[in-house]
């Protein structure tokens, strides 16, 4: 909602799913005025991308709104494979994703479940915080992008459901981003590609199902794809589950008929048992796997961020979470050129970092599905690349490693984007090709390098500020969407210098923290630190400086390490590349 007395938004997202709303969020915890529209009247029903993956959990952590997420998600829960044909004895039980305990480093292990409208819902009251509302029932109809601004025409229905009526709006942005989906109109009159296939063999039926005799604590499913696959998955909602029809010898066309054939079809299916009753299904579609991918994000001052830049398979679970990402990586930089202290030419690192990413998500979620229409039987998913924690940049032209610098190797991001038509259903090769980027980590050796995802370290305790001295914490309460960090390692660099030579920049875009290895006294003149905390349990320095080469360790807005540097001389080369606009030595 525009609030006259506000000013004047600068950025226009249009798309309130999850990629629009933590863009939003994002940006206003920048300080960044925007509007955010969303074309349907009223908030979407369904669970939907309710896997929420460990980085995502992280990028929860920087937005201030996992207390929220964490009150309400369950975690995945125990799968129960039932003998067929009568559907009740247990043949396996098994974790669909095995339990895995919290370390100093990765403070969120395990994957949780939580509805995607829960979830939106959360978002909402986050905006409600600062003030910003989305505007539902508000629809981009077309926009025109020169050098200074974008022009967009919107149609206003509020809550009419009359598709012809409608107030017509002409508003102006600095910049506008497209989180409108895989239908969207910003990808299409963007002009982007959107390369791939539409594999229209392989269906689903997916929805929500209100059931009354099924166990709430379990993930229910009956048969395998080579026949008729049922899993009906509990849901954080008494009697709410989730439910999916897969399979060979499915009319999906008949089935998409009416409930009553759903209802058919899910008792014939679950060995006709009389004690489960369907209750309502209040959410259902018709699921065709499609796999495409944009080959740049956007240009100019016109971007696109999750579905309307990538679609894939669900299996896996990735599609919200490599939204969340993307909306990630664009939304510090946006704000650090909609406020006018960075380059737009840093906008152009959004495409460089995440194509590579995405192409690979793409191999990842197109083998698990070739694995669930392979008619392999529900396994475990062990894999767990799919946490998106080794999810990383080490390519990119912004990151700077002081022991090693990567050069941005071209040729590997084309490979990389190219393997995605090779898909791994259809030729294994990929996996074999010794030059792909490895985007989702999945070889790391265990060594922090510019461009990894920055870890957390638990067991701090902190000496300054005063007023919170003694308190215990950890790094990610210190990372924000809002500011670059700076590590320091007292005992290995001298910090009044690095901290004097931060000076420099512009206020409030970096926040300083002195790490003191345990019992020794913390250095002189660091009074201009914002923090200065005692590394109790030594987990900063084994996961940032473990060989003491290294001593400062520039963390990014969006929890990405941007440089590990032995100085200020490396230092300020890494912040000359990002604040182009700044005072910069
Ligand atoms: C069955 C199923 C299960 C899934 N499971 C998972 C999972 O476990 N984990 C996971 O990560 N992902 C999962 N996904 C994928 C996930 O739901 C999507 O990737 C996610 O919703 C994408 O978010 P988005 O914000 O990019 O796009 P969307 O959610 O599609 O949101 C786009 C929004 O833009 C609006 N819009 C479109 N055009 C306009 C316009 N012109 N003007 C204004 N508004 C417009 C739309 O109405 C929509 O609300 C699943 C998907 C399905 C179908």
Same mark, same amino acid.
């Given at each position: 909602m525009v609030d006259p007395t506000s000013p004047p938004p600068k950025v226009l997202i249009v798309g309130g799913g999850p990629s629009g709303l933590v863009l939003a969020l994002q940006l206003l915890h920048n300080g960044v005025p925007i509007r955010i529209i969303e074309k349907n009247s009223f908030p979407r029903l369904g669970q939907r991308g309710a896997g929420i993956m460990p980085r995502s959990l992280e990028l929860f952590t920087s937005l201030r709104i996992i207390e929220d997420v964490m009150n309400r998600a369950i975690l995945t829960p125990p799968v129960r494979l039932y003998k067929m044909?009568?559907?009740?004895?247990?043949a396996h039980e098994f974790e669909m994703s095995p339990r895995r305990n919290p370390t100093p480093s990765h403070p969120y292990l395990n994957p949780v479940m939580l509805g995607q409208d829960k979830l939106e819902k959360i978002f909402h009251k986050a905006l409600a915080g600062f003030?910003?509302?989305?505007?539902?029932g508000t629809e981009l109809k077309s926009f025109v992008q020169t050098d200074g601004n974008v022009t967009a025409t919107l149609i206003k229905r509020g809550?009419?459901?009359?598709?012809?009526?409608g107030e017509i709006e002409e508003a102006t942005f600095d910049y506008m981003i497209g989180a409108?989906?895989?239908?969207?109109v910003v990808r299409n009159q963007l002009g982007l590609s959107f390369v791939g296939e539409t594999r229209n063999v392989e269906n689903f039926v997916v929805g929500d199902i209100c059931l009354d005799g099924?166990?709430?604590?379990y993930w229910h499913m009956w048969g395998d794809a080579s026949d008729v696959l049922i899993s009906v998955r509990a849901t954080e909602t008494p009697k709410l589950f989730n439910f999916v029809i897969g399979g060979k010898n499915i009319n999906y066309t008949k089935i998409m008929q009416n409930e009553a054939e759903i209802k058919k079809c899910f008792f014939e299916h679950t060995?006709?048992?009389?004690d489960i009753k369907v209750l309502d299904i209040p959410w259902m579609s018709q699921y065709t796997p499609n796999i495409r991918m944009v080959?740049?994000?956007?240009?100019g001052r016109v971007y696109v961020t999750g579905d309307a830049g990538h679609v894939h398979s669900p299996t896996g679970g990735q599609g919200m979470n490599t939204g969340i990402q993307d909306s990630f990586n664009l939304g510090w930089k946006l704000a650090l050129v909609a406020k006018g202290? &960075? *380059?737009?030419?840093?906008? %152009?690192t959004f495409s460089e970092e995440r194509i590579p990413v995405i192409a690979e998500m793409i191999v990842q979620t197109t083998k698990l599905l070739k694995k669930t229409l392979d008619n392999d039987e529900p396994s475990p998913?062990?894999?767990?690349?799919?946490?998106?924690?080794?999810?990383?940049?080490?390519? &990119? *032209?912004?990151v700077l490693d %002081?022991?090693?610098?990567?050069?941005?190797d071209r040729e590997a991001i084309e490979d990389a984007y190219l393997?995605?038509?090779?898909f791994p259903g259809d030729d294994d090769g990929p996996e074999d090709d010794?030059?792909?980027?490895d985007s989702y980590g999945?070889?790391?050796?265990g060594r922090l390098r510019a461009g990894d995802r920055a870890p957390d370290a638990s067991g701090l305790a902190i000496e300054a500020p005063f007023d919170l001295a003694k308190q215990s914490c950890q790094l990610f309460q210190i990372y924000g969407p809002a500011h670059h960090t700076v590590l320091i390692f007292a005992d290995v660099v001298n910090a009044a210098d690095i901290i004097t030579g931060l000076?420099?920049?512009?206020?409030?875009l970096i926040r300083t923290v002195v790490i003191v290895p345990t019992r020794r006294p913390a250095p002189r003149?660091?009074?201009?630190?914002d923090f200065v905390v005692e590394d109790r349990g030594g987990h900063a320095a084994s996961a940032y400086c473990p060989t003491g080469v290294c001593g400062v360790c520039i963390i990014r807005?969006?929890?990405?390490?941007?440089a590990l540097v032995k100085g200020p001389t490396w230092m300020h080369r890494y912040f000359r590349g990002i604040f182009t606009a700044g005072r910069s030595p």
């Amino acid at each position: 909602m525009v609030d006259p007395t506000s000013p004047p938004p600068k950025v226009l997202i249009v798309g309130g799913g999850p990629s629009g709303l933590v863009l939003a969020l994002q940006l206003l915890h920048n300080g960044v005025p925007i509007r955010i529209i969303e074309k349907n009247s009223f908030p979407r029903l369904g669970q939907r991308g309710a896997g929420i993956m460990p980085r995502s959990l992280e990028l929860f952590t920087s937005l201030r709104i996992i207390e929220d997420v964490m009150n309400r998600a369950i975690l995945t829960p125990p799968v129960r494979l039932y003998k067929m044909p009568e559907g009740v004895e247990i043949a396996h039980e098994f974790e669909m994703s095995p339990r895995r305990n919290p370390t100093p480093s990765h403070p969120y292990l395990n994957p949780v479940m939580l509805g995607q409208d829960k979830l939106e819902k959360i978002f909402h009251k986050a905006l409600a915080g600062f003030g910003c509302t989305v505007e539902l029932g508000t629809e981009l109809k077309s926009f025109v992008q020169t050098d200074g601004n974008v022009t967009a025409t919107l149609i206003k229905r509020g809550m009419s459901q009359d598709m012809d009526s409608g107030e017509i709006e002409e508003a102006t942005f600095d910049y506008m981003i497209g989180a409108d989906g895989a239908r969207g109109v910003v990808r299409n009159q963007l002009g982007l590609s959107f390369v791939g296939e539409t594999r229209n063999v392989e269906n689903f039926v997916v929805g929500d199902i209100c059931l009354d005799g099924l166990s709430q604590k379990y993930w229910h499913m009956w048969g395998d794809a080579s026949d008729v696959l049922i899993s009906v998955r509990a849901t954080e909602t008494p009697k709410l589950f989730n439910f999916v029809i897969g399979g060979k010898n499915i009319n999906y066309t008949k089935i998409m008929q009416n409930e009553a054939e759903i209802k058919k079809c899910f008792f014939e299916h679950t060995g006709q048992r009389s004690d489960i009753k369907v209750l309502d299904i209040p959410w259902m579609s018709q699921y065709t796997p499609n796999i495409r991918m944009v080959d740049r994000f956007g240009f100019g001052r016109v971007y696109v961020t999750g579905d309307a830049g990538h679609v894939h398979s669900p299996t896996g679970g990735q599609g919200m979470n490599t939204g969340i990402q993307d909306s990630f990586n664009l939304g510090w930089k946006l704000a650090l050129v909609a406020k006018g202290i &960075s *380059s737009p030419s840093l906008l %152009e690192t959004f495409s460089e970092e995440r194509i590579p990413v995405i192409a690979e998500m793409i191999v990842q979620t197109t083998k698990l599905l070739k694995k669930t229409l392979d008619n392999d039987e529900p396994s475990p998913q062990t894999n767990s690349t799919l946490f998106q924690l080794g999810v990383n940049y080490r390519w &990119s *032209s912004i990151v700077l490693d %002081e022991r090693k610098k990567i050069e941005v190797d071209r040729e590997a991001i084309e490979d990389a984007y190219l393997q995605q038509f090779e898909f791994p259903g259809d030729d294994d090769g990929p996996e074999d090709d010794p030059d792909r980027l490895d985007s989702y980590g999945e070889n790391q050796d265990g060594r922090l390098r510019a461009g990894d995802r920055a870890p957390d370290a638990s067991g701090l305790a902190i000496e300054a500020p005063f007023d919170l001295a003694k308190q215990s914490c950890q790094l990610f309460q210190i990372y924000g969407p809002a500011h670059h960090t700076v590590l320091i390692f007292a005992d290995v660099v001298n910090a009044a210098d690095i901290i004097t030579g931060l000076l420099n920049y512009p206020k409030g875009l970096i926040r300083t923290v002195v790490i003191v290895p345990t019992r020794r006294p913390a250095p002189r003149n660091v009074d201009g630190a914002d923090f200065v905390v005692e590394d109790r349990g030594g987990h900063a320095a084994s996961a940032y400086c473990p060989t003491g080469v290294c001593g400062v360790c520039i963390i990014r807005p969006d929890g990405v390490v941007g440089a590990l540097v032995k100085g200020p001389t490396w230092m300020h080369r890494y912040f000359r590349g990002i604040f182009t606009a700044g005072r910069s030595p």
